[in-house]
């Protein structure tokens, strides 16, 4: 009689707080023909992954359990189906599992679309805090808000694991960056490459206004109303209405989570021309892992870590990025 390979694991058998969290041995999964088996080194927390914990997805997740928790892998292929043709054993990669997840543990099961080569100057910790955030950042500015070299983009979030790449990403298309975020990292975003900071601790984003340089040492400059191309709204604190008044009259507002709100924007301005809101949904494809690997191996994109904590740990990982003060992301190391 043949025993089922074990792995450690962190799951749940229900819904709730950090402390549901189970580390514990389960079975090693099994790959199909089109999916590989990565031993993960690394992995990184996302607020999807406490949102499923808390069970305010499981209209998706549903009750079926265990449910194994994360995202973002990073690690060595340890084993390939045989329909896969662009990866082999040993290969180091990075990528996405597919919802619910089970990225939080010692090997994962991945399909080959959402896979690539890990970036040569990252470790698997900084490979694996890439995916998911930095995807959501290229496809919200490149697919949705169709970013154009000169445009003028506000990240509201700039600091969090989405924002930090958004602010990196516009960059990298040749955007003028307004960050938004608090008093303690103005100038770590302006390190990122931001052109201007916001802190919206002391300043209402949607009135900031912008001084311009008249003739004459006693002329009194008039303020105006910055008007972006695109408001990206990574940690979806705003919303269409309040941002009306910056974006410019084909100005595209983009959130990150659907909340009714937002989804009745993006129905009614589906049917005008004009000012738009967007939903990111996120779709994990190697190719947009593999430009993220050379925007990273060009020294154009890095991965910011918090903090990183051990595998057994995740529950204190959650703890903190439910605090909301995460910079950049928070790795976790296996």
Known sequence: ???????????????????????????????ASNQLL?????????????????????VLSGNKFPIALGFDISGEVVAVGEKVSTFKTGDSVYGMVAFPGGAYAEYAVVEERSLALKPDNTTYEEAAAIPLAAMTALQSLRNLGK???????????????????????????GAEVTAVCSTKNLEFVKSLGADRAIDYTKQDFTDFRATSKMAGADSRPPQALIKYDIVFDAVASSSLSRCKNILRPQGIYITTLPIPGAILDIFLTSFWAGKKAKLIVLKATGVDLA????????????????????LAEVAAAHEYSELGRTVGKIAIAI
């Open 1 to 31: 009689m043949t025993m089922n390979k074990l792995m450690k694991a962190v799951f749940i058998e229900s819904y709730g707080s950090p402390k549901v969290l189970k580390y514990a041995e389960i079975e090693q999964p099994a790959i």
């Open 291 to 310: 430009y993220l690997k050379e925007l990273s191996e060009a020294g154009k994109l890095k991965a910011i870590i918090d903090k990183t904590y051990p």
């Open 147 to 173: 970013i154009q070299k000169g445009q003028k983009v506000l990240i509201n979030g700039a600091s969090g694991g989405v924002g930090s790449f958004a602010v990196q990403i516009a960059k990298v298309f």
């Open 38 to 58: 990565v031993k993960v080194l690394a992995s990184s927390v996302n607020p999807i992954d406490w949102k499923l914990r808390k069970g305010m997805l499981k």
